[in-house]
């Protein structure tokens, strides 16, 4: 059993309450424990010579109390603990992860507008957090994608970015699809039609011969997979190579799809703040399936 836990984040709605069941069904698959966490903010704008009174204590938390109701009888279940902490959850949950092996939560809390398609704090913890972190949307999100069904919905789906390919999102995506028992269908898009630049009176480029640019790609997406197979001999991973937009293509992936992993940006020099990218972004938003965002790989000394 790992000592570290599956976090999730509740806070009494039913996406978080989603959430919980699929962090139960990670953390079995794991034999990890669970720990079901309610970040509990209170006013900012109140009287600050009165401190916010009526906040339960852990154990008599109404959010963690429906929680344990829902769990009552049920057997067969890893080894559960409840936390209240209070603050500002899009900083609190963030610092969960310091201590789990995964975080966790819905799409949307109670907070917010009904129209959003994801909420500041799965942002922040998607973004912020030291582990991977698993955002749970609403079923029967639409992809706005006409994609033939390429499955039952078992596969894990991961992107790999054939110029800067992550080691830790690769990895997490393997050992999620060995844990499951399932294939792992890896994208590599590379960007088609090519936009090409020109000033006045520049000769234009040969023509780029797209069969060999989708040949390259997939050569290199294969060569990236090489040791990640031979830790993982029991999963299936098949490549395909795609062209245009790879946001766009992940997402019509997860329409028959289990988790989509897909990596955070690195920390540069000239950008030190932690950043998920474009492409990240745009699948947590409209993915129908869950997704897992990857903290990158320590970089090498």
Do not use: K
């Amino acid at each position: 059993m790992s000592t570290q836990p599956v976090v999730a984040a509740v806070d009494g709605s039913d996406d978080s309450l989603r959430a919980l069941e699929w962090a139960l069904d990670a953390a079995h698959r794991r034999e990890a424990p669970l720990r079901v966490a309610h970040v509990r903010q209170y006013a900012l704008w109140g009287r600050p010579d009165a401190a916010p009174a009526g906040l339960p204590a852990a154990e008599d938390d109404p959010v963690l109390g429906l929680v344990r109701g829902r769990l009552e009888g049920r057997t067969g279940l890893p080894a559960v603990d409840f936390v209240a902490l209070d603050g500002a959850p899009g900083a609190v949950l963030p610092e969960l992860g310091a201590t789990a092996q995964l975080l966790v939560l819905g799409s949307r809390g109670r907070g917010g507008f009904s129209s959003l398609l994801l909420g500041s704090n799965s942002l922040a913890a998607a973004r912020d957090a030291e582990c991977p972190v698993v955002v749970v949307p609403r079923p029967g999100r639409d992809t706005g994608t006409s994609a033939e069904s390429a499955g039952a919905g078992s596969e894990v789906v991961v992107g790999v970015n054939v110029d800067s390919p992550d080691e830790a999102t690769l990895a997490f995506a393997f050992r999620e699809a060995a844990l499951r028992g399932a294939g792992l269908r890896v994208l590599a898009a590379y960007p088609w039609p090519p936009q090409t630049w020109m000033l006045p009176g520049e000769v234009p480029a040969p023509q780029i011969d797209q069969s060999a640019v989708e040949h390259e790609t997939r050569v290199l997406a294969d060569g990236f997979l090489v040791p990640h197979r031979t830790r993982h001999p029991e999963v299936t991973a098949e490549i395909r190579v795609l062209p245009g937009d790879a946001a766009g293509h992940l997402v019509a992936a997860s329409e028959d799809a289990g988790p989509v992993v897909v990596g955070r940006h690195r920390r540069r020099l000239l950008a030190p703040a932690r950043m998920m990218g474009s492409v990240t972004q745009a699948v947590l938003l409209h993915a129908a399936s869950p997704v897992a965002v990857v903290p990158p790989a320590p970089p090498e000394e």
